[in-house]
């Protein structure tokens, strides 16, 4: 295949920029080598600015420090007596996610010799537990209190970046999972590709995912034993959105799930064996893959990119405006990340994948009031997504005319860390095994039921706050990894689970009556297999139960385990309206042509509440349709 592109790029690399760049430069960093150089901006030359002298000063020497990000790492730093000459991270970040943060920002420090420099987006815990080590290190180094808040405004200056346009046979703006899943179909269909990221690694909200993928494959011992089927999964999807969805993209779906997993497969992306349920999900059907959260969509993508020639990955980069020449979508017009233009045009179609906007607050509470479904969605309410996710697609695809549709639909899930709402520090390991109590040491809803009943029964909760709570059955050999690499005994250590032996114990470790906790669980131990009540529908309406041979599988056997969740807002439904070939269409109904559409940023595929494990579905099935469809459009 021939290399398409036309740029004109022209940089003036400087040494302390060059090492920037060759450190940020993880698995998730650049694309193809040979498809010239708009692969490489993953970051931009850089200058330091000088501190003023005097106010910094160290004694020579290397100095380490513990911190937790993910996981626990150690911070080493090495300084003269006026600079940080080396920062050795030893950590166990997940590869994808926290893991580049280890490599770029300790590189950004040195570069900058200051403190100021820009964290990595989606790698807030690293980030800063970095920061705080090495803060902590030039504090041993003896530099003094205003010498770190000197060294906090000092911060890499960018040379700018010359504007350039870029051509490709399809463009595919975002790099999540949906726009990875198009621009490795277009790549097979043997098309050139240029994939637009906002970020400086694909990944999107897709990567911070639990990594279940929701497919049936119809007639398989696994399907049978399970009792599912793909009609079954279509029934769960449309009357889990409350009927909201549009039949015929839920059938598109549904049907194409399992081929999507195939597909997946076929690149070298690798399941685990079975099914689970995962929370929201209604039934055991989700995929596990090997790899912990979303990263092994994305290794496979990557290798994919790194092992073909045609796709370019240009990172950094905001698309801002659709370029649409005669009423046909042929491009894009984007900012650069030092504020220069980049054009990007497409002699097919023009993919949009930017993901929803679960991190636009503006949206958020504008689109709430049209359901009124969520008591606020305002700036308390933390939310599961990266900080790019702010509905970008959705403005510009209406402003050349998209229908939007179902925008009140958005989700909310139960169980956000308190901190930074994100999904990390789960302690539970299936919906079956833990239930929710509030801060009364009461259960207030069923926990085997749908994602927004779940979350509404948490917000009438006193501080709108729960603990989920379960005994050591969840942790057979003590070691098990949560979808983020976490086993319970790094959460535990981190202050972010509590562990006791009985649940008296873990009652006052909570803070809640421990009479109520123990009633609780005995109330619910009673309806569990064993239990005098089984077989009954509990008090909250809960099915889901353990089913093994012990005696009884309620939540009697300690240790016991609990971690305090909050509301946080994951998925929103609501977007741009799309036909089964994901076509965008615009408020008369009409193809909008060259433009398609897949993943967060469509609309009206899941109703009021998206089942758990249907979005990285959702990712695969309509990126490849979409990704197919920009490559067959022709103007
Ligand atoms: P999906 O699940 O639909 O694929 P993701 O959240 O995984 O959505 O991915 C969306 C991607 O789009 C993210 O990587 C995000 O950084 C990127 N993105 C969002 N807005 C823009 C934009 N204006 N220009 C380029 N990329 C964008």
Sequence with gaps: MKNKFLQKTSRKVLALGLVAMLAATS???????????????TVAPTETVEAPSGEIAYTPGTYSAT??????????????????????????????????????????????????VDGVSGATLTSTAI??????????????DAGIEKLMTIKLTEAVEEDQELTADVVVIGAGGAGMAAAVTANQAGKTVVVIEKASKMGGNTILSGGALNAVDEGSETAIANKDSVENHYNQTFNGGDGEGDPVLVHTLIDNAWSGVEWLKSLGMEFKDGVFTVTGGMWPRAHKPVEPEGTGFFKTYQAYVDSHEGITMVYNTTAKDLIVENGVVVGVTCEGKTGNTVIAKATNGVVLATGGFGRNIEMRVKYNEINKKWPTLDETIPSTNTSGITGDGIIMAEAIGANLVQMGNIQLLPLGDPNTGSLSGNIEHAVESRIFVNLEGNRFVNEGGRRDEMTLGLFAQPETKMYIVMDSDTYPEGNELNNFGESIADLVAAGRALKADTLEE?????????ENLVATVEDYNRYCKGGDLEGQTDSFGRTLFTDTDEINNGINNGPFYAAVRVPTVHHTMGGVQINEKAQVIDTNGNVIPGLFAAGEVTGGIHGTNRLGGNALTDTVVFGRIAGAGASEFTK
């Design 131 to 144: 920061f705080d080590g090495v803060k902590d290190c030039l504090k041993q180094a003896g530099l003094s």
């Design 506 to 514: 873990l009652a006052t470790l909570m803070n809640v009556p421990a």
């Design 67 to 116: 911190v937790t990000g993910m996981h626990e790492m150690t911070v080493t730093v090495t300084v003269s007596e006026t600079e940080i000459t080396d920062i050795k991270i030893d950590h166990q970040e997940t590869a994808g996610v926290g893991e580049p943060a280890t490599k770029s920002l300790p590189a950004d420090i040195i570069a900058a010799q200051g403190l100021g």
């Design 27 to 41: 698995f998730v960093g650049c694309g193809k080598k040979d498809a010239a150089t708009t692969s490489e901006p």
